[in-house]
């Protein structure tokens, strides 16, 4: 029975990221649901990008740039 408790704990353990780099422990997921809403509806607007303000377009503009394929030759 100990050598159980002691193999299930250690599964259990084994299993947890501790590491802070990790998506899970810096994902605000609100704040992702909020910004998803405002793309996409800045998304419905790309048709025509002067109706655009300018806050949308620089979301729009930041997605765009996080979708391309290109290398971030900034680093």
Known sequence: MRSFLIIF?????????????????????????????????????ADDITSMTLEEYEIYIDDYTKKSKYPDISK
């Not at 250690?10 to 998506?23: A, M, P, R």
């Open 9 to 45: 704990f250690s599964l259990i353990i084994s299993n947890c990221s501790l590491n802070k780099d990790s998506q899970y422990w810096t994902e605000n997921s609100i704040e992702t649901k909020t910004n998803q809403k405002k793309l996409n509806e800045i998304l419905k607007k």
